[in-house]
C-alpha cells in the first residue's frame, strides 16, 4: 500500500510542522520504532483548537479536534522518516487526551478522529493499540492531545 497515494486519494494536505513548545523532540528513532509526541489540536489555519470537551465544544467537534491530532502526527512521522512514509511498517499505538468535565464519559469516541485519520491512510497497516484518557487540564487550554509510537521497515 502506498501511503502517499491514499493521502492523495483522500484529498488529504498535512498541516506543516510544529517544532517543540519545550525542552523536548518532536519525534525520536530506537532501534525500529518511531515515537511521536503529543500534538495538540490546531485547525487548518494553524489557531488552537480549546475548550473542555462536554462544557465548551461537543463530541463532534472533539473529533474533528483528535482528527486534526492525527494529521500533526503524520506530518511529524513523515518529517522523521526524511518526507517518505513508506519507511513506516506499521502503528503500534495511539493515546489521546480529552480535556473534558468531570461527566464526560465519551473519550474514546473523541480520540476516534485520530484513529480513524490513522486507519484511512495506513489501512491494515494503521491499525494500533490505544488509550483514551480524560484530562483536568491540557497544554495551553486546547481540547484534545494525542500521540503515537510506529514501527519502521
Do not use: W
Request: aromatic residues 6%; hydrophobic residues 40%; charged residues 20%.
Amino acid at each position: 500500500m502506498n501511503f502517499e497515494d491514499n493521502l492523495k486519494k483522500l484529498n488529504i494536505i498535512l498541516p506543516e510542522a510544529k517544532a517543540p513548545a519545550g525542552n523536548y523532540v518532536a519525534t525520536k528513532i530506537v532501534g525500529k520504532l518511531l515515537y511521536i509526541s503529543g500534538q495538540i489540536s490546531i485547525d487548518e489555519n494553524g489557531e488552537l483548537i480549546k475548550g473542555k470537551v462536554g462544557l465548551d465544544i461537543d463530541t463532534d467537534k472533539a473529533y474533528q479536534a483528535a482528527k486534526r491530532c492525527g494529521l500533526s502526527i503524520v506530518t511529524q512521522a513523515k518529517q522523521a522518516c526524511g518526507g517518505n512514509l513508506s519507511k513506516i511498517k506499521n502503528c503500534i499505538k495511539l493515546t489521546g487526551f480529552v480535556n473534558s468535565t468531570n461527566e464526560f464519559v465519551d473519550q474514546p469516541k473523541v480520540i476516534n478522529g485520530a484513529s480513524d485519520l490513522i486507519a484511512s491512510i495506513f489501512g491494515e497497516a494503521g491499525m494500533h493499540t490505544r488509550a483514551a484518557v480524560s484530562a483536568n487540564s491540557l497544554p495551553l487550554g486546547v481540547s484534545v492531545e494525542v500521540d503515537a509510537i510506529f514501527e519502521l521497515n
